[in-house]
T-cell receptor, first 113, second 116 residues
Framework: GNSVTQMEGPVTLSEEAFLTINCTYT??????LFWYVQYPGEGLQLLLK?????DKGSNKGFEATYRKETTSFHLEKGSVQVSDSAVYFC????????????FGKGTLLTVNP | NAGVTQTPKFQVLKTGQSMTLQCAQD?????MYWYRQDPGMGLRLIYY???????DKGEVPNGYNVSRLNKREFSLRLESAAPSQTSVYFC???????????????FGEGSRLTVL
């Protein structure tokens, strides 16, 4: 079946540091890949997405590239801010008509001033 | 826009009590979902409704029932609550038609349930 593995947290960084959160996946077919973000006390929001190999999703300074050869979709940001403190979830759909999302366990990011 | 609205936001139950979590979306989405979020477990799908009139089990359906009342509303019922059902519950919806990207979900703010 489909599965998503994220790096274990929590991750603590200083403001303006470089961020990488690793994500690898197992899926049949041609999945679409997503990063969702959950700010404290809120529901999840879509951060970025990629639908095919070598696509790069980007939003709010975050980027992730769909790497089929390594089955990875690592999240990166060049300079994090305190407001980026949140839980980040990597997720995928199984492709085709399968609209269900499979989530990773989430990575808590704390950015200190 | 209200988006996805869940009620109640907080609830405390005793073991064996029943309750229903309500969810409504105003985006004319076809599909709706119920997830639970537990520490270290991420989000796990309980039930989903691909379209009005259909419901299917997800990863952890035991102890729950759902009703897709109409296109807007999707409720989750706990018939006899157990402490293992203490969790944060999220409702979500997605378009899944008209060129919308599968997997692009819109979430409610969550309902925190404690079962004593």
């Amino acid at each position: 079946g489909n599965s998503v593995t994220q790096m274990e947290g929590p991750v603590t960084l200083s403001e303006e540091a470089f961020l990488t959160i690793n994500c690898t996946y197992t899926a049949t077919g041609y999945p679409s890949l997503f990063w969702y973000v959950q700010y404290p006390g809120e529901g999840l929001q879509l951060l970025l997405k990629a639908t095919k190999a070598d696509d790069k999703g980007s939003n709010k300074g975050f980027e992730a590239t769909y790497r089929k050869e390594t089955t990875s979709f690592h999240l990166e940001k060049g300079s994090v801010q305190v407001s980026d403190s949140a839980v980040y979830f990597c997720a995928l759909t199984g492709g085709g008509s399968n609209y269900k999302l499979t989530f990773g366990k989430g990575t808590l990011l704390t950015v200190n001033p | 826009n209200a988006g996805v609205t869940q009620t109640p936001k907080f609830q405390v139950l005793k073991t064996g009590q029943s309750m229903t979590l309500q969810c409504a979306q105003d985006m004319n989405h076809n599909s709706m979902y119920w997830y639970r979020q537990d520490p270290g477990m991420g989000l796990r799908l309980i039930y989903y409704s691909a379209s009005e009139g259909t419901t299917d089990k997800g990863e952890v359906p035991n102890g729950y029932n759902v009703s897709r009342l109409n296109k807007r509303e999707f409720s989750l019922r706990l018939e006899s609550a157990a402490p293992s059902q203490t969790s944060v519950y999220f409702c979500a919806s997605s378009a899944n038609s008209g060129g919308a990207l599968p997997g692009e979900l819109f979430f409610g703010e969550g309902s925190r349930l404690t079962v004593l």
